[in-house]
């Protein structure tokens, strides 16, 4: 079953605009990370953010988590036509380390 | 390229075929996990390894799923008498799990086999 849910399921922007990514979970986590997949592909890892962190950036991505909403977000700032992709939020739990991942939110950044 | 691999990319067979699928992670990595995506879905965790060891099994994994990873380097992933429901992408990650120091959580995902189940 699916742990997370991304929100909005889809988001069109221009180049060069910013694009916000929302993500929520319903059980505790030890760390929630955030992945891209470009269409038909594997996913490629972008940022973790641990359960006692509050913000982190990477480049043009800032990732914030609020675990008492069991919530977190993904800013991609100054988009590119190469950005487009689907984005998913993975939360991890427990010594397996395995992920759980949301539906994803198809991001589409237009030239 | 020391990414992680998968074999075959495609695979089409017919329902009630056996299939088998192979994902070689980074070397050095000691787990190794399976995942299936269904279209407009996110990953669903199958399986992982500790090295040779099967640690955990979804309960999405019915009998006819079976996986190994015998030397602890690549791993297989069998389906008996496929169904249509089995129709998906499979994927694999690896990471590396340390038992003490800073444990790196990230995983690395090959770039999946996709399976259609005529």
């Known amino acids: 079953s699916q742990q997370g849910e991304e929100d909005p399921q889809a988001l069109s922007i221009q180049e060069g605009e910013n694009a916000t990514m929302n993500c929520s979970y319903k059980t505790s986590i030890n760390n929630l990370q955030w992945y891209r997949q470009n269409s038909g592909r594997g996913l490629v890892h972008l940022i973790l953010i641990r359960s006692n962190e509050r913000e982190k950036h990477s480049g043009r991505l800032r990732v914030t988590l609020d675990t008492s909403k069991k919530s977190s977000s993904l800013l991609i700032t100054a988009s590119r036509a190469a950005d487009t992709a689907s984005y998913f939020c993975?939360?991890?739990?427990?010594?397996?380390?395995?992920?759980?991942f949301g539906k994803g939110t198809l991001l589409t950044v237009n030239p | 390229d020391t990414g992680v691999s998968q074999d075959p990319r495609h695979k089409i067979t017919k329902r009630g075929q056996n299939v088998t699928f192979r994902c070689d992670p980074i070397s050095e990595h000691n787990r190794l996990y399976w995942y299936r995506q269904t279209l407009g879905q996110g990953p669903e965790f199958l399986t992982y390894?500790?090295?040779?060891?099967?640690?955990?099994k979804s309960r999405l994994l019915s009998d006819r799923f079976s996986a190994e990873r015998p030397k602890g380097s690549f791993s297989t992933l069998e389906i008996q008498r496929t169904e249509q429901g089995d129709s998906a992408m499979y994927l694999c990650?690896?990471?590396?799990?340390?038992?003490?120091?800073?444990?790196?959580?990230?995983?690395?995902f090959g770039p999946g086999t996709r399976l259609t189940v005529t």
């Open positions: 390894f500790q090295n040779e060891a099967q640690l955990e």
């Open positions: 990650a690896s990471s590396l799990f340390r038992t003490s120091g800073t444990h790196l959580y990230e995983q690395y």
């Open positions: 993975a939360t991890s739990m427990g010594s397996n380390y395995k992920l759980t």
